[in-house]
Protein backbone atom coordinates (compact mmCIF):
# COMPACT_ATOMS: atom_id res chain seq x y z
CA UNK A 1 0.00 0.00 0.00
CA UNK A 2 1.04 3.84 -0.63
CA UNK A 3 2.64 5.21 2.08
CA UNK A 4 1.68 8.82 3.79
CA UNK A 5 5.41 10.12 2.56
CA UNK A 6 3.43 11.40 -0.02
CA UNK A 7 0.01 11.89 -1.61
CA UNK A 8 -2.09 9.40 -3.23
CA UNK A 9 -5.44 9.67 -5.30
CA UNK A 10 -7.27 5.89 -5.78
CA UNK A 11 -10.20 5.40 -8.90
CA UNK A 12 -12.52 3.46 -9.18
CA UNK A 13 -12.84 1.03 -12.40
CA UNK A 14 -15.05 -1.99 -13.75
CA UNK A 15 -13.36 -4.87 -15.23
CA UNK A 16 -15.00 -5.49 -18.57
CA UNK A 17 -15.58 -8.89 -18.47
CA UNK A 18 -16.48 -9.51 -14.86
CA UNK A 19 -18.44 -5.90 -14.25
CA UNK A 20 -16.62 -6.63 -10.46
CA UNK A 21 -14.72 -3.32 -9.58
CA UNK A 22 -10.87 -3.01 -8.62
CA UNK A 23 -9.22 0.50 -7.37
CA UNK A 24 -5.80 1.72 -9.08
CA UNK A 25 -3.63 4.26 -7.74
CA UNK A 26 -2.76 6.98 -9.79
CA UNK A 27 0.44 7.69 -8.24
CA UNK A 28 2.41 3.75 -7.39
CA UNK A 29 0.29 1.87 -10.28
CA UNK A 30 -0.97 -0.35 -7.61
CA UNK A 31 -4.07 -2.34 -8.23
CA UNK A 32 -5.96 -3.85 -5.18
CA UNK A 33 -10.11 -5.33 -5.59
CA UNK A 34 -11.12 -3.61 -2.24
CA UNK A 35 -11.21 -0.06 -1.38
CA UNK A 36 -8.42 1.40 0.58
CA UNK A 37 -9.26 2.78 3.82
CA UNK A 38 -9.01 5.87 5.05
CA UNK A 39 -8.58 7.36 1.78
CA UNK A 40 -10.89 9.49 -1.06
CA UNK A 41 -11.75 7.42 -4.23
CA UNK A 42 -12.83 8.19 -7.41
CA UNK A 43 -15.94 6.73 -8.20
CA UNK A 44 -16.15 5.67 -12.09
CA UNK A 45 -18.99 7.12 -14.55
CA UNK A 46 -19.63 7.25 -17.89
CA UNK A 47 -17.25 9.97 -18.39
CA UNK A 48 -14.26 7.61 -17.46
CA UNK A 49 -12.03 6.64 -20.05
CA UNK A 50 -9.07 4.66 -20.22
CA UNK A 51 -5.76 4.88 -21.57
CA UNK A 52 -4.43 1.30 -23.04
CA UNK A 53 -1.06 0.76 -24.91
CA UNK A 54 -1.79 -1.46 -27.75
CA UNK A 55 1.23 -3.92 -28.20
CA UNK A 56 1.24 -4.49 -31.87
CA UNK A 57 0.40 -1.15 -32.84
CA UNK A 58 3.00 0.82 -30.43
CA UNK A 59 0.06 3.35 -29.33
CA UNK A 60 -2.16 4.37 -26.98
CA UNK A 61 -5.61 3.88 -27.53
CA UNK A 62 -8.84 4.85 -25.09
CA UNK A 63 -11.64 2.66 -23.95
CA UNK A 64 -14.82 3.70 -22.46
CA UNK A 65 -15.64 0.67 -20.04
CA UNK A 66 -19.73 1.87 -19.55
CA UNK A 67 -20.07 2.08 -23.31
CA UNK A 68 -17.45 -0.35 -24.14
CA UNK A 69 -16.56 1.88 -27.28
CA UNK A 70 -13.00 1.85 -28.02
CA UNK A 71 -11.12 4.99 -30.33
CA UNK A 72 -7.96 5.84 -31.23
CA UNK A 73 -7.62 9.82 -30.84
CA UNK A 74 -7.70 10.70 -27.18
CA UNK A 75 -11.40 12.18 -26.25
CA UNK A 76 -12.19 15.27 -24.82
CA UNK A 77 -13.62 16.70 -21.73
CA UNK A 78 -13.62 14.06 -19.59
CA UNK A 79 -11.38 11.79 -17.33
CA UNK A 80 -8.91 10.20 -18.81
CA UNK A 81 -7.11 7.15 -16.56
CA UNK A 82 -3.68 6.05 -17.22
CA UNK A 83 -3.88 2.83 -16.86
CA UNK A 84 -1.27 1.78 -19.41
CA UNK A 85 1.18 4.37 -17.73
CA UNK A 86 0.34 2.97 -14.61
CA UNK A 87 0.91 -0.32 -15.29
CA UNK A 88 4.54 0.72 -17.10
CA UNK A 89 4.79 2.26 -13.91
CA UNK A 90 4.19 -0.66 -11.83
CA UNK A 91 5.96 -3.00 -14.20
CA UNK A 92 9.40 -0.34 -13.43
CA UNK A 93 9.32 -0.45 -9.36
CA UNK A 94 8.31 -4.03 -9.91
CA UNK A 95 12.10 -4.81 -11.07
CA UNK A 96 13.63 -4.99 -7.33
CA UNK A 97 13.46 -8.45 -5.65
CA UNK A 98 11.36 -6.89 -3.21
CA UNK A 99 8.63 -4.93 -4.73
CA UNK A 100 8.43 -8.20 -6.87
CA UNK A 101 7.75 -10.62 -4.05
CA UNK A 102 5.47 -7.96 -2.56
CA UNK A 103 3.11 -7.46 -5.95
CA UNK A 104 3.39 -11.44 -6.03
CA UNK A 105 2.27 -11.80 -2.61
CA UNK A 106 -0.86 -9.41 -3.58
CA UNK A 107 -1.44 -10.81 -6.90
CA UNK A 108 -1.70 -14.35 -5.43
CA UNK A 109 -4.00 -13.65 -2.78
CA UNK A 110 -6.26 -11.56 -5.19
CA UNK A 111 -6.38 -14.56 -6.97
CA UNK A 112 -7.35 -17.03 -4.62
CA UNK A 113 -9.97 -14.70 -3.21
CA UNK A 114 -11.62 -14.28 -6.76
CA UNK A 115 -10.51 -17.80 -8.85
CA UNK A 116 -8.78 -15.27 -11.32
CA UNK A 117 -5.84 -13.30 -11.66
CA UNK A 118 -6.44 -9.72 -12.18
CA UNK A 119 -6.11 -8.15 -15.09
CA UNK A 120 -7.47 -5.16 -17.31
CA UNK A 121 -9.02 -6.42 -20.32
CA UNK A 122 -10.50 -4.57 -23.56
CA UNK A 123 -10.94 -4.55 -27.27
CA UNK A 124 -8.46 -2.47 -29.14
CA UNK A 125 -9.44 -0.81 -32.24
CA UNK A 126 -10.08 -4.13 -34.63
CA UNK A 127 -7.64 -3.66 -37.42
CA UNK A 128 -7.53 -5.64 -40.70
CA UNK A 129 -4.39 -7.98 -40.15
CA UNK A 130 -2.80 -10.36 -43.14
CA UNK A 131 -3.39 -13.80 -43.19
CA UNK A 132 0.19 -14.87 -41.51
CA UNK A 133 0.02 -12.59 -38.66
CA UNK A 134 -1.04 -13.11 -35.02
CA UNK A 135 -4.26 -12.08 -33.95
CA UNK A 136 -3.99 -8.66 -31.84
CA UNK A 137 -3.85 -9.96 -27.85
CA UNK A 138 -6.84 -7.85 -25.90
CA UNK A 139 -5.22 -8.18 -22.70
CA UNK A 140 -3.90 -4.97 -21.03
CA UNK A 141 -1.17 -6.77 -19.32
CA UNK A 142 2.32 -7.45 -21.35
CA UNK A 143 2.46 -9.97 -24.07
CA UNK A 144 5.66 -12.24 -24.99
CA UNK A 145 7.63 -11.55 -27.97
CA UNK A 146 6.00 -12.25 -31.30
CA UNK A 147 6.66 -12.10 -35.09
CA UNK A 148 4.29 -8.93 -35.38
CA UNK A 149 4.68 -5.77 -36.42
CA UNK A 150 6.22 -3.37 -34.05
CA UNK A 151 3.89 -0.29 -35.49
CA UNK A 152 0.17 -0.45 -37.16
CA UNK A 153 -1.40 2.50 -38.79
CA UNK A 154 -5.05 0.39 -39.85
CA UNK A 155 -8.17 0.19 -38.74
CA UNK A 156 -11.19 -0.46 -41.33
CA UNK A 157 -13.20 2.30 -39.99
CA UNK A 158 -10.45 4.80 -38.56
CA UNK A 159 -7.20 5.50 -40.63
CA UNK A 160 -4.89 7.83 -39.76
CA UNK A 161 -5.11 10.93 -42.24
CA UNK A 162 -2.03 9.69 -44.53
CA UNK A 163 -3.79 6.88 -45.05
CA UNK A 164 -6.75 8.40 -45.32
CA UNK A 165 -7.05 10.86 -47.67
CA UNK A 166 -5.04 8.22 -49.76
CA UNK A 167 -7.18 5.54 -49.78
CA UNK A 168 -10.35 7.93 -50.77
CA UNK A 169 -8.49 9.96 -53.47
CA UNK A 170 -6.32 7.44 -54.83
CA UNK A 171 -6.49 7.31 -59.24
CA UNK A 172 -5.30 3.94 -60.88
CA UNK A 173 -2.28 4.29 -63.28
CA UNK A 174 -1.39 2.32 -66.08
CA UNK A 175 1.40 0.41 -64.42
CA UNK A 176 0.19 -3.46 -64.42
CA UNK A 177 3.04 -3.77 -61.83
CA UNK A 178 2.71 -4.50 -58.11
CA UNK A 179 5.20 -4.20 -55.31
CA UNK A 180 3.66 -6.10 -52.47
CA UNK A 181 2.93 -9.35 -51.63
CA UNK A 182 2.33 -11.90 -48.66
CA UNK A 183 5.89 -11.06 -47.45
CA UNK A 184 6.85 -12.96 -43.93
CA UNK A 185 6.99 -10.37 -41.29
CA UNK A 186 9.55 -12.03 -39.46
CA UNK A 187 12.33 -10.06 -40.33
CA UNK A 188 15.25 -10.44 -43.87
CA UNK A 189 13.88 -11.90 -46.40
CA UNK A 190 16.61 -14.26 -47.83
CA UNK A 191 17.74 -12.19 -50.18
CA UNK A 192 15.02 -9.35 -51.11
CA UNK A 193 14.60 -11.50 -54.25
CA UNK A 194 17.17 -9.32 -56.15
CA UNK A 195 20.09 -10.14 -57.65
CA UNK A 196 22.40 -7.48 -56.44
CA UNK A 197 22.18 -9.30 -53.21
CA UNK A 198 24.76 -12.14 -53.19
CA UNK A 199 27.46 -9.89 -52.23
CA UNK A 200 27.06 -7.52 -48.98
CA UNK A 201 26.49 -7.12 -45.79
CA UNK A 202 23.79 -5.77 -43.48
CA UNK A 203 24.78 -2.15 -42.34
CA UNK A 204 25.22 -1.77 -38.67
CA UNK A 205 22.94 -0.28 -36.66
CA UNK A 206 25.45 1.71 -34.82
CA UNK A 207 27.90 4.05 -37.42
CA UNK A 208 31.29 2.31 -36.38
CA UNK A 209 33.62 5.44 -35.96
CA UNK A 210 31.41 6.53 -33.14
CA UNK A 211 31.04 5.20 -29.57
CA UNK A 212 27.90 6.27 -29.36
CA UNK A 213 25.16 7.34 -31.55
CA UNK A 214 22.46 8.45 -29.65
CA UNK A 215 23.58 10.63 -26.73
CA UNK A 216 20.63 10.07 -24.72
CA UNK A 217 20.02 6.38 -25.34
CA UNK A 218 21.67 3.27 -23.90
CA UNK A 219 23.77 1.74 -26.05
CA UNK A 220 26.21 -1.70 -25.51
CA UNK A 221 29.27 -0.48 -27.85
CA UNK A 222 29.81 2.30 -24.93
CA UNK A 223 33.06 1.14 -22.88
CA UNK A 224 32.67 1.83 -18.95
CA UNK A 225 35.67 4.05 -19.06
CA UNK A 226 34.02 6.37 -21.50
CA UNK A 227 30.74 6.04 -19.63
CA UNK A 228 32.44 6.88 -16.21
CA UNK A 229 34.24 9.61 -17.73
CA UNK A 230 31.11 11.08 -19.17
CA UNK A 231 29.28 10.85 -15.68
CA UNK A 232 32.17 12.71 -14.04
CA UNK A 233 31.94 15.92 -16.51
CA UNK A 234 29.69 18.39 -15.01
CA UNK A 235 27.84 18.78 -18.28
CA UNK A 236 23.76 19.06 -17.59
CA UNK A 237 22.27 16.69 -20.18
CA UNK A 238 20.77 18.65 -22.96
CA UNK A 239 17.18 18.35 -23.14
CA UNK A 240 14.82 17.97 -26.45
CA UNK A 241 13.57 21.73 -26.74
CA UNK A 242 10.37 22.55 -26.23
CA UNK A 243 7.36 20.22 -28.25
CA UNK A 244 6.12 21.93 -31.13
CA UNK A 245 2.08 22.56 -30.67
CA UNK A 246 -0.63 20.12 -32.54
CA UNK A 247 -2.23 22.12 -35.03
CA UNK A 248 -5.20 19.93 -36.50
CA UNK A 249 -6.18 22.89 -38.78
CA UNK A 250 -3.10 22.18 -40.46
CA UNK A 251 -3.37 18.67 -41.05
CA UNK A 252 -6.83 19.44 -43.41
CA UNK A 253 -7.31 19.55 -46.54
CA UNK A 254 -5.15 16.35 -47.63
CA UNK A 255 -7.33 15.31 -50.21
CA UNK A 256 -6.18 16.97 -53.39
CA UNK A 257 -3.05 15.52 -53.01
CA UNK A 258 -3.51 11.53 -53.54
CA UNK A 259 -6.22 12.22 -56.89
CA UNK A 260 -2.94 12.61 -58.89
CA UNK A 261 -0.22 10.98 -56.87
CA UNK A 262 -1.10 7.66 -55.36
CA UNK A 263 -0.17 4.71 -57.85
CA UNK A 264 -2.35 1.78 -57.71
CA UNK A 265 -1.84 0.09 -60.73
CA UNK A 266 -3.14 -3.70 -61.42
CA UNK A 267 -0.87 -6.62 -60.95
CA UNK A 268 -1.22 -10.10 -62.03
CA UNK A 269 -3.16 -11.51 -64.91
CA UNK A 270 -5.87 -9.86 -64.33
CA UNK A 271 -4.47 -6.80 -63.18
CA UNK A 272 -5.67 -6.66 -59.58
CA UNK A 273 -5.20 -3.21 -57.86
CA UNK A 274 -3.02 -3.18 -55.11
CA UNK A 275 -4.66 -1.70 -51.86
CA UNK A 276 -3.58 1.07 -49.87
CA UNK A 277 -2.68 -0.58 -47.04
CA UNK A 278 -0.32 -2.74 -49.34
CA UNK A 279 1.05 0.18 -50.56
CA UNK A 280 2.07 1.77 -47.46
CA UNK A 281 3.10 -0.96 -45.21
CA UNK A 282 6.59 -1.92 -44.53
CA UNK A 283 8.06 -4.47 -47.15
CA UNK A 284 11.66 -5.92 -47.14
CA UNK A 285 10.71 -6.71 -51.10
CA UNK A 286 11.87 -3.74 -53.89
CA UNK A 287 9.40 -1.59 -55.15
CA UNK A 288 8.41 -2.20 -59.09
CA UNK A 289 7.27 1.44 -59.62
CA UNK A 290 6.94 4.34 -57.48
CA UNK A 291 4.73 4.83 -54.81
CA UNK A 292 3.57 8.21 -56.26
CA UNK A 293 2.21 8.54 -59.77
CA UNK A 294 4.09 12.51 -59.86
CA UNK A 295 7.12 10.31 -59.69
CA UNK A 296 6.66 8.41 -62.95
CA UNK A 297 9.39 10.78 -64.83
CA UNK A 298 12.06 10.21 -62.40
CA UNK A 299 10.83 6.19 -61.98
CA UNK A 300 14.38 4.29 -62.06
CA UNK A 301 15.59 7.09 -59.56
CA UNK A 302 12.62 6.20 -57.33
CA UNK A 303 13.54 2.54 -57.37
CA UNK A 304 16.96 3.00 -56.79
CA UNK A 305 16.09 5.16 -53.87
CA UNK A 306 13.88 3.16 -52.28
CA UNK A 307 16.75 -0.06 -52.33
CA UNK A 308 18.87 3.04 -50.47
CA UNK A 309 15.90 3.57 -47.79
CA UNK A 310 16.13 -0.46 -47.63
CA UNK A 311 20.07 -0.12 -47.04
CA UNK A 312 19.71 2.51 -44.80
CA UNK A 313 17.43 1.11 -42.64
CA UNK A 314 18.93 -2.73 -42.36
CA UNK A 315 15.90 -4.57 -44.72
CA UNK A 316 18.30 -5.20 -47.52
CA UNK A 317 21.95 -5.68 -47.71
CA UNK A 318 24.28 -2.86 -48.63
CA UNK A 319 27.09 -3.58 -50.94
CA UNK A 320 30.72 -3.40 -49.81
CA UNK A 321 31.89 0.06 -48.76
CA UNK A 322 28.57 1.52 -48.41
CA UNK A 323 28.30 2.95 -45.02
CA UNK A 324 25.36 4.44 -43.45
CA UNK A 325 26.61 8.09 -44.22
CA UNK A 326 27.12 7.71 -47.74
CA UNK A 327 23.96 5.95 -48.43
CA UNK A 328 22.29 9.43 -46.70
CA UNK A 329 24.15 11.51 -48.78
CA UNK A 330 23.26 9.91 -51.90
CA UNK A 331 19.33 9.99 -50.60
CA UNK A 332 19.43 13.22 -49.80
CA UNK A 333 21.57 14.70 -52.83
CA UNK A 334 19.07 12.89 -55.18
CA UNK A 335 16.56 14.73 -53.31
CA UNK A 336 17.87 17.77 -53.42
CA UNK A 337 18.82 17.78 -57.12
CA UNK A 338 14.90 15.82 -57.97
CA UNK A 339 11.96 17.93 -56.20
CA UNK A 340 9.81 15.09 -57.98
CA UNK A 341 11.55 12.92 -55.45
CA UNK A 342 11.09 14.25 -52.63
CA UNK A 343 7.53 13.38 -51.43
CA UNK A 344 8.48 9.93 -53.12
CA UNK A 345 11.04 9.46 -50.02
CA UNK A 346 8.98 11.18 -47.79
CA UNK A 347 6.26 8.85 -48.75
CA UNK A 348 8.62 5.96 -48.93
CA UNK A 349 9.93 6.28 -45.33
CA UNK A 350 5.78 6.42 -43.82
CA UNK A 351 5.48 3.19 -45.69
CA UNK A 352 8.86 1.36 -44.32
CA UNK A 353 7.76 2.92 -40.56
CA UNK A 354 4.20 1.41 -41.14
CA UNK A 355 3.88 -2.22 -39.81
CA UNK A 356 6.88 -2.82 -39.32
CA UNK A 357 8.17 -5.93 -37.98
CA UNK A 358 12.11 -4.72 -36.76
CA UNK A 359 12.77 -2.48 -33.98
CA UNK A 360 15.93 -1.49 -35.70
CA UNK A 361 14.87 -1.10 -38.74
CA UNK A 362 11.45 1.03 -37.28
CA UNK A 363 14.60 2.99 -35.38
CA UNK A 364 16.47 3.66 -37.87
CA UNK A 365 13.51 4.74 -40.92
CA UNK A 366 12.26 7.39 -38.36
CA UNK A 367 15.85 8.82 -37.74
CA UNK A 368 16.11 8.68 -41.51
CA UNK A 369 12.78 11.11 -42.29
CA UNK A 370 13.90 13.11 -39.25
CA UNK A 371 17.31 13.67 -40.44
CA UNK A 372 15.81 14.23 -44.30
CA UNK A 373 13.49 17.18 -42.71
CA UNK A 374 16.61 19.09 -41.78
CA UNK A 375 17.95 19.41 -45.37
CA UNK A 376 14.68 18.83 -47.63
CA UNK A 377 10.85 19.69 -47.20
CA UNK A 378 7.82 17.87 -48.66
CA UNK A 379 5.74 19.97 -51.35
CA UNK A 380 3.61 22.01 -49.78
CA UNK A 381 0.38 19.63 -51.03
CA UNK A 382 1.79 17.00 -48.96
CA UNK A 383 3.20 18.61 -46.42
CA UNK A 384 -0.20 18.75 -44.47
CA UNK A 385 -0.49 14.49 -44.92
CA UNK A 386 3.08 14.16 -43.74
CA UNK A 387 2.12 16.56 -40.40
CA UNK A 388 -0.59 14.38 -39.81
CA UNK A 389 1.57 10.99 -39.82
CA UNK A 390 3.67 12.69 -37.65
CA UNK A 391 1.34 14.19 -34.94
CA UNK A 392 -0.36 10.66 -34.80
CA UNK A 393 3.18 9.13 -33.46
CA UNK A 394 3.33 11.58 -30.52
CA UNK A 395 2.14 11.86 -26.72
CA UNK A 396 3.18 15.11 -25.15
CA UNK A 397 3.17 13.53 -21.59
CA UNK A 398 5.69 11.12 -22.54
CA UNK A 399 8.46 13.20 -21.19
CA UNK A 400 7.02 13.58 -18.16
CA UNK A 401 5.76 9.57 -17.48
CA UNK A 402 9.18 8.41 -19.08
CA UNK A 403 12.06 11.11 -17.75
CA UNK A 404 14.55 8.08 -17.66
CA UNK A 405 15.81 8.23 -21.17
CA UNK A 406 17.52 4.76 -20.38
CA UNK A 407 14.17 3.24 -19.86
CA UNK A 408 12.29 4.77 -23.03
CA UNK A 409 10.26 1.91 -24.95
CA UNK A 410 9.82 1.65 -28.38
CA UNK A 411 6.88 3.94 -28.57
CA UNK A 412 8.36 6.29 -26.57
CA UNK A 413 11.12 6.44 -28.82
CA UNK A 414 8.96 6.68 -32.00
CA UNK A 415 7.40 9.65 -30.27
CA UNK A 416 10.37 11.34 -30.15
CA UNK A 417 11.59 11.42 -33.13
CA UNK A 418 7.91 12.38 -34.04
CA UNK A 419 8.42 15.44 -32.38
CA UNK A 420 11.77 16.44 -33.54
CA UNK A 421 10.62 15.89 -37.19
CA UNK A 422 7.33 17.84 -36.78
CA UNK A 423 9.61 20.68 -35.50
CA UNK A 424 11.89 20.22 -38.59
CA UNK A 425 8.89 20.24 -40.80
CA UNK A 426 7.59 23.46 -39.59
CA UNK A 427 10.70 25.15 -40.16
CA UNK A 428 11.63 23.98 -43.42
CA UNK A 429 8.30 23.46 -44.96
CA UNK A 430 5.40 25.65 -46.37
CA UNK A 431 5.42 28.96 -44.19
CA UNK A 432 9.23 28.24 -42.45
CA UNK A 433 12.52 29.91 -42.33
CA UNK A 434 14.72 26.92 -43.81
CA UNK A 435 15.79 26.26 -47.55
CA UNK A 436 16.61 22.83 -48.55
CA UNK A 437 20.60 22.65 -49.20
CA UNK A 438 22.52 19.79 -50.25
CA UNK A 439 24.26 18.12 -47.20
CA UNK A 440 27.75 17.40 -46.69
CA UNK A 441 29.27 14.58 -44.21
CA UNK A 442 30.01 16.76 -41.39
CA UNK A 443 25.89 18.57 -41.33
CA UNK A 444 24.51 15.07 -41.56
CA UNK A 445 26.36 13.89 -38.79
CA UNK A 446 24.80 17.26 -37.15
CA UNK A 447 21.90 16.11 -38.05
CA UNK A 448 21.51 12.96 -36.58
CA UNK A 449 23.28 14.13 -33.10
CA UNK A 450 20.73 16.80 -32.56
CA UNK A 451 18.02 14.27 -32.80
CA UNK A 452 18.50 13.72 -28.80
CA UNK A 453 21.14 16.50 -27.67
CA UNK A 454 19.97 20.06 -29.11
CA UNK A 455 22.07 22.24 -30.81
CA UNK A 456 23.21 25.86 -29.50
CA UNK A 457 23.20 26.82 -33.38
CA UNK A 458 20.32 27.25 -35.74
CA UNK A 459 17.71 27.69 -33.29
CA UNK A 460 16.24 30.73 -31.14
CA UNK A 461 17.69 32.63 -29.05
CA UNK A 462 14.84 31.99 -26.93
CA UNK A 463 15.84 28.16 -27.31
CA UNK A 464 19.65 28.87 -26.82
CA UNK A 465 18.45 30.32 -23.20
CA UNK A 466 16.59 27.42 -22.80
CA UNK A 467 19.67 24.78 -23.13
CA UNK A 468 21.52 26.61 -21.09
CA UNK A 469 19.70 27.77 -18.10
CA UNK A 470 20.22 24.10 -16.40
CA UNK A 471 24.12 25.10 -16.09
CA UNK A 472 23.68 28.73 -15.75
CA UNK A 473 20.06 29.78 -14.57
CA UNK A 474 21.19 33.14 -13.91
CA UNK A 475 22.96 34.68 -17.26
CA UNK A 476 20.65 36.95 -20.04
CA UNK A 477 22.80 36.16 -22.61
CA UNK A 478 23.29 33.34 -25.00
CA UNK A 479 26.55 31.67 -23.70
CA UNK A 480 27.90 31.22 -27.36
CA UNK A 481 28.19 34.98 -27.99
CA UNK A 482 30.06 35.83 -24.79
CA UNK A 483 32.64 33.21 -24.78
CA UNK A 484 33.25 33.45 -28.72
CA UNK A 485 33.71 37.05 -28.60
CA UNK A 486 35.55 36.85 -25.19
CA UNK A 487 37.87 34.55 -27.21
CA UNK A 488 38.44 36.62 -30.10
CA UNK A 489 39.71 39.38 -27.67
CA UNK A 490 42.08 36.86 -25.55
CA UNK A 491 43.56 35.96 -29.00
CA UNK A 492 44.96 39.10 -29.85
CA UNK A 493 42.16 39.59 -32.29
CA UNK A 494 42.46 43.72 -31.41
CA UNK A 495 45.68 43.68 -33.62
CA UNK A 496 45.03 40.79 -35.85
CA UNK A 497 44.65 42.59 -39.63
CA UNK A 498 41.39 41.51 -40.88
CA UNK A 499 39.40 40.52 -38.51
CA UNK A 500 35.87 39.06 -39.00
CA UNK A 501 36.67 39.65 -42.58
CA UNK A 502 39.74 36.74 -43.55
CA UNK A 503 38.02 33.71 -43.59
CA UNK A 504 39.52 31.10 -40.89
CA UNK A 505 40.23 27.02 -41.51
CA UNK A 506 37.04 25.04 -41.86
CA UNK A 507 37.37 22.34 -40.14
CA UNK A 508 38.98 23.90 -37.29
CA UNK A 509 35.93 26.31 -37.34
CA UNK A 510 33.38 23.03 -37.30
CA UNK A 511 35.58 21.24 -34.69
CA UNK A 512 35.00 24.32 -32.79
CA UNK A 513 31.60 24.70 -33.29
CA UNK A 514 31.11 20.66 -32.28
CA UNK A 515 32.43 20.93 -29.22
CA UNK A 516 30.49 23.97 -27.77
CA UNK A 517 27.53 21.70 -28.78
CA UNK A 518 29.36 19.58 -25.95
CA UNK A 519 29.79 22.80 -23.61
CA UNK A 520 33.60 22.73 -24.14
CA UNK A 521 35.95 25.02 -25.28
CA UNK A 522 39.43 24.55 -26.67
CA UNK A 523 41.27 27.58 -27.47
CA UNK A 524 41.99 27.87 -31.04
CA UNK A 525 44.89 28.87 -33.10
CA UNK A 526 44.18 31.93 -34.15
CA UNK A 527 41.31 34.94 -33.23
CA UNK A 528 40.20 34.38 -36.81
CA UNK A 529 38.61 31.18 -35.97
CA UNK A 530 36.31 32.20 -32.49
CA UNK A 531 35.38 35.69 -35.04
CA UNK A 532 34.37 33.31 -37.86
CA UNK A 533 32.11 30.79 -35.47
CA UNK A 534 31.13 34.26 -34.04
CA UNK A 535 29.61 35.01 -37.43
CA UNK A 536 28.21 31.47 -38.29
CA UNK A 537 26.19 31.57 -34.90
CA UNK A 538 24.10 34.89 -35.36
CA UNK A 539 23.97 33.91 -39.03
CA UNK A 540 22.25 30.49 -38.18
CA UNK A 541 19.55 31.71 -36.10
CA UNK A 542 16.32 30.65 -36.77
CA UNK A 543 14.86 34.09 -36.31
CA UNK A 544 17.66 36.90 -37.28
CA UNK A 545 18.77 38.92 -34.69
CA UNK A 546 16.70 41.92 -36.24
CA UNK A 547 13.04 40.46 -36.73
CA UNK A 548 11.59 40.33 -40.04
CA UNK A 549 8.59 42.66 -39.01
CA UNK A 550 11.34 45.54 -38.32
CA UNK A 551 13.51 44.80 -41.34
CA UNK A 552 11.37 47.13 -43.39
CA UNK A 553 12.31 49.98 -41.16
CA UNK A 554 15.72 48.94 -40.75
CA UNK A 555 16.05 49.76 -44.76
CA UNK A 556 14.25 52.68 -45.66
CA UNK A 557 15.78 55.63 -45.94
CA UNK A 558 17.63 58.18 -44.66
CA UNK A 559 18.50 55.88 -42.31
CA UNK A 560 20.05 58.22 -39.15
CA UNK A 561 21.70 57.46 -35.73
CA UNK A 562 18.66 58.46 -33.94
CA UNK A 563 15.97 56.50 -36.22
CA UNK A 564 18.55 53.78 -35.79
CA UNK A 565 18.65 53.31 -31.87
CA UNK A 566 14.68 54.19 -31.84
CA UNK A 567 14.27 50.85 -33.87
CA UNK A 568 16.70 49.49 -31.53
CA UNK A 569 14.41 50.18 -28.33
CA UNK A 570 11.56 48.48 -30.03
CA UNK A 571 13.19 45.20 -30.50
CA UNK A 572 11.83 42.41 -27.87
CA UNK A 573 14.06 42.31 -24.74
CA UNK A 574 16.63 39.46 -25.74
CA UNK A 575 16.99 40.13 -29.07
CA UNK A 576 18.04 43.53 -27.76
CA UNK A 577 20.47 42.65 -25.43
CA UNK A 578 22.02 40.38 -27.82
CA UNK A 579 22.42 43.01 -29.83
CA UNK A 580 23.72 45.91 -27.70
CA UNK A 581 26.34 43.08 -26.68
CA UNK A 582 27.30 42.84 -30.02
CA UNK A 583 27.30 46.55 -31.08
CA UNK A 584 29.48 47.34 -27.43
CA UNK A 585 31.91 44.00 -28.75
CA UNK A 586 32.27 46.03 -32.51
CA UNK A 587 32.54 49.45 -30.96
CA UNK A 588 35.96 47.95 -29.31
CA UNK A 589 37.33 47.84 -32.67
CA UNK A 590 36.58 51.40 -34.01
CA UNK A 591 38.69 53.27 -32.26
CA UNK A 592 41.62 54.85 -34.26
CA UNK A 593 44.55 52.77 -32.72
CA UNK A 594 42.87 49.51 -33.12
CA UNK A 595 41.83 50.47 -36.74
CA UNK A 596 45.34 50.99 -37.73
CA UNK A 597 46.27 47.55 -37.13
CA UNK A 598 42.90 45.41 -37.78
CA UNK A 599 42.00 47.87 -41.18
CA UNK A 600 38.45 47.10 -40.31
CA UNK A 601 36.48 50.58 -39.54
CA UNK A 602 32.71 51.23 -38.72
CA UNK A 603 32.32 50.38 -42.63
CA UNK A 604 33.79 48.02 -43.27
CA UNK A 605 32.80 46.09 -39.57
CA UNK A 606 29.29 47.36 -40.85
CA UNK A 607 29.38 45.49 -44.14
CA UNK A 608 30.91 42.14 -42.42
CA UNK A 609 27.79 42.08 -39.81
CA UNK A 610 24.54 43.77 -41.13
CA UNK A 611 24.45 39.84 -43.47
CA UNK A 612 24.64 38.30 -40.50
CA UNK A 613 22.16 40.25 -38.42
CA UNK A 614 19.81 41.55 -40.54
CA UNK A 615 17.74 38.52 -42.99
CA UNK A 616 16.62 39.99 -46.50
CA UNK A 617 13.54 37.86 -47.94
CA UNK A 618 13.81 38.74 -51.44
CA UNK A 619 14.45 37.18 -53.94
CA UNK A 620 15.13 39.96 -56.40
CA UNK A 621 18.93 40.11 -57.07
CA UNK A 622 18.35 44.09 -57.61
CA UNK A 623 16.40 43.96 -54.73
CA UNK A 624 18.73 42.16 -52.90
CA UNK A 625 21.60 44.36 -53.73
CA UNK A 626 20.14 47.43 -53.07
CA UNK A 627 18.96 46.63 -49.71
CA UNK A 628 22.62 45.71 -48.61
CA UNK A 629 23.84 48.99 -48.67
CA UNK A 630 20.26 49.98 -47.05
CA UNK A 631 21.50 47.47 -43.79
CA UNK A 632 24.82 48.39 -43.96
CA UNK A 633 23.97 52.08 -43.02
CA UNK A 634 21.97 50.78 -40.55
CA UNK A 635 24.58 48.58 -38.65
CA UNK A 636 27.07 51.58 -39.22
CA UNK A 637 25.18 54.10 -37.52
CA UNK A 638 24.36 51.88 -34.37
CA UNK A 639 28.58 51.34 -33.93
CA UNK A 640 29.27 54.69 -34.37
CA UNK A 641 26.26 55.88 -31.89
CA UNK A 642 24.42 53.40 -29.99
CA UNK A 643 24.26 53.75 -26.18
CA UNK A 644 25.09 50.27 -24.66
CA UNK A 645 25.85 51.21 -21.32
CA UNK A 646 23.16 48.36 -20.25
CA UNK A 647 24.99 45.46 -21.10
CA UNK A 648 28.16 46.44 -18.97
CA UNK A 649 30.03 43.59 -17.40
CA UNK A 650 26.83 41.71 -18.71
CA UNK A 651 27.06 37.76 -19.28
Not at 594 to 603: F, G
Amino acid sequence: MATNSYRVEWVEIIEPKTGEHMYANLTTGEFVWDPPEGVPVKRTDSNQWWELFDQNTARFYYYNATSQRTVWHKPTNCDIIPLAKLQTLKHNTDCTPTSTSNQATQTGEAASSRGQILSLSASTPQLRRKSNDLCRSSSFSQRGAEAAPLYSNWHDSHLLPLEHFLLNNSRDSDTDHSDSGSESLTGHEPDNEDSDQSEGSYLPHRLPHKPVEYLNLPTSSVSTELREQKERLPVPVLKPLAEPPFQPEREADMEKFAADNLNLGGRGLFRRKASVRDLLSWSARSLQRPLLASSKPVARQALDMFRQVQMYMGDRKARPGVSLNSLLMDILGTAHTQALLRDELFVQLCRQTTENPRRDSLLRGWELLTIALAFVPPSPAFQPALLGYLNRHRDPGFSRVFPDVSRWPIHVQVNHYATVACQRLERIGAGGKRSARRPQMDDIDSARKQIFQASLFGNTLREVMQLQASRWPNRRLPWPQVELSQQVLRLQGLSTEGIFRVSADVDEVNKLKAQMDRWEFSEPSDAHVPANLLKLWLRELYEPLIPDSLYPECVSEPMTPRRACDLVLRLPTLHRLVLCYLIRFLQTFNKPDVIQHTKMDASNLAMVFAPNCLRCMASDPRTMFDNARKEMAFMRCLIQELDTECVRDMI
